[in-house]
């Protein structure tokens, strides 16, 4: 699974270029977009519920979660106009990290509205990652995909673009896989999640993301 990923031709494209490039190929008839998450420390700077997160607030870090819901909301109506379903796979270690603590809480809005997320314990892929982390990539149809990239201090940099139909439609197929194998968000956060007592949260080591 994901065998062909490491040796694939890509284009490197800064974050803004990368956004530009994902928002034109979104627009004009991808079919769907699969998200495959699979880091466990992020930073969300600029949005009021992880800056709180992040300043061990958390009851007001959990007042302001659904903060992105009229953006989602509109998001996920300009995804049906489109006819281009969304569907995310959140890969969870354990013990929790803080981050993905505060950040269910925040996909659990999305979920709300109608977006297709699943979760799957990192332990489900320990084989596959024996050598190498599956990808964190964002395939929009089997026209392009994207694997987010770091800078290094681990900060959000961009992404690698890739657009070989072949790679992109079997990177996809192990995104079904997996898919396949996670379980549904509202049990796994009901399980999980909800009985958590508020995290303790370290402004290091964190990394920034385009997970929202």
């Known amino acids: 699974m994901f065998d062909s990923f490491p040796d694939g031709v890509s284009q490197r494209l800064d974050r803004p270029a990368y956004h530009a490039d ?10 769907f977009l699969n998200k495959l998450e699979r880091g466990q420390h992020f930073e969300e700077r600029g949005f009021a519920s992880w800056e709180a997160f992040a300043a061990g607030d958390w009851p007001r870090a959990l007042s302001l979660a659904d903060e992105g819901r009229e953006d989602y909301a509109q998001e996920l109506r300009r995804a049906r106009r489109l006819g281009v379903p969304h569907r995310r796979l959140r890969v969870v270690e354990f013990p929790i990290t803080p981050y993905v603590q505060w950040e269910l809480f925040v996909l659990r809005v999305r979920v709300d509205l109608g977006e297709e997320i699943r979760v799957l314990n990192l332990r489900e892929i320990s084989d596959i990652e024996q050598c190498r982390r599956v990808p964190e990539v964002v ?34 197929a192990g995104f079904n896989t997996l898919y396949g194998r996670g379980e549904g968000f509202r049990d796994f956060f009901e399980r999980e999640i909800a009985p958590l007592p508020p995290p303790r949260v370290a402004r290091s080591g964190t990394a920034s993301s385009d997970s929202r």
């Open 22 to 31: 994902l928002g034109r190929f979104y627009a004009n008839g991808i079919g």
């Open 139 to 172: 395939i929009l149809g089997d026209v392009v995909m994207y694997e987010v990239v770091y800078d290094e201090d681990g900060n959000a940099d961009g992404a690698e673009r890739y657009t070989d139909r072949s790679l992109i439609r079997e990177t996809n």
